[in-house]
Nanobody, 123 residues
């Protein structure tokens, strides 16, 4: 059974930090890029960041560049998203996702989804 299990969401004040974790199982980790989408109330789901399990290459959406850092522990099949300097506009449900290596990081191309974890940033 394929599983992507997120943890680490919560409530934080603006300027604070959180670290999200995504533990993957049930598929070949090295064949996928793993990362995060987010969806704020009333908005479309958007890609945030991803990392290739194969070569470690990373992608960041413009709104999070310089503030978020994605990393991967292939021995644990786990991906982390360190979020610093959080802003109220980062408030959203964050979904872990897996996309076959070589595919575009867009919600329509996701092969597997986690259930999501809520991040709330207060002003």
């Amino acid at each position: 059974e394929v599983q992507l299990v997120e943890s680490g969401g919560g409530l934080v004040q603006a300027g604070g930090s959180l670290r999200l974790s995504c533990a993957a199982s049930g598929f070949t980790f090295d064949d996928y890029a793993i990362g995060w989408f987010r969806q704020a109330p009333g908005k479309e789901r958007e890609g945030v960041s991803c990392i290739s399990s194969r070569d470690g290459s990373t992608y960041y959406a413009d709104p999070v560049k310089g503030r978020f850092t994605i990393s991967s522990d292939n021995a644990k099949n786990t991906v982390y998203l360190q979020m610093n300097s959080l802003k109220p506009e980062d408030t959203a449900v964050y979904y872990c996702a897996a996309v076959k290596s070589g595919s575009y990081w867009v919600s329509g191309g996701v092969d597997y989804w986690g259930k999501g974890t809520l991040v709330t940033v207060s002003s």
